[in-house]
């Protein structure tokens, strides 16, 4: 029971750390539960599912309020990076957020969400699907290939 506990946070805590803008990978994590078939893969699903929705909640929430230091010297992104990720996002709107899966596209699109103030339901909605249509593709190749 302590063994599965320790999976399931250590998998919970790679999916969020993934989802955010640091570089991690949860495919891996969820990759190697899954083969080891200790613990039921749509339950893992579910746990690496329920924590990258919720980092990207966290990037959503930054660039809701991101903005008010953008003027700020120490600001990580700059000027132009800033005003192209608006524009996509703005010509591509909340559809775009359908590509939060992909690595190094995904978690930035979801800080923009945040910034263009994208409403939380409709992001919520658009994220899941994508987050949660990866790790069900990914464990159905596990699966079949295991």
Same mark, same amino acid.
């Given at each position: 029971?302590?063994?599965?506990? &320790? ?10 750390? &993934?989802?955010?803008?640091?570089? &991690? ?11 080891a ?13 329920l ?73 919520l ?22």
């Open positions: 029971m302590t063994a599965d506990l &320790a999976a399931y946070a250590g998998l919970f805590a790679s999916a969020f750390l &993934a989802a955010s803008l640091f570089p &991690a990978q949860s495919e891996v994590v969820l990759g190697g539960l899954i083969l078939k200790m613990q039921p893969a749509w339950l893992l699903i579910a746990v690496a599912s924590g990258n929705i919720l980092g990207s909640v966290l990037n959503w929430l930054l660039g809701r309020g991101i903005e008010r230091y953008r003027d700020k010297q120490w600001f990580p992104v700059s000027e132009a990076s800033l005003s192209r990720a608006q524009q996509f996002y703005g010509r591509w709107g909340r559809w775009s957020l359908l590509l939060s899966w992909m690595p190094v596209v995904g978690d930035p699109l979801t800080l923009v969400a945040g910034v263009m103030r994208e409403p939380l339901p409709s992001f909605v658009l994220v899941a699907a994508a987050k949660i249509g990866r790790y069900i593709v990914l464990a159905a190749l596990l699966e079949h290939w295991s």
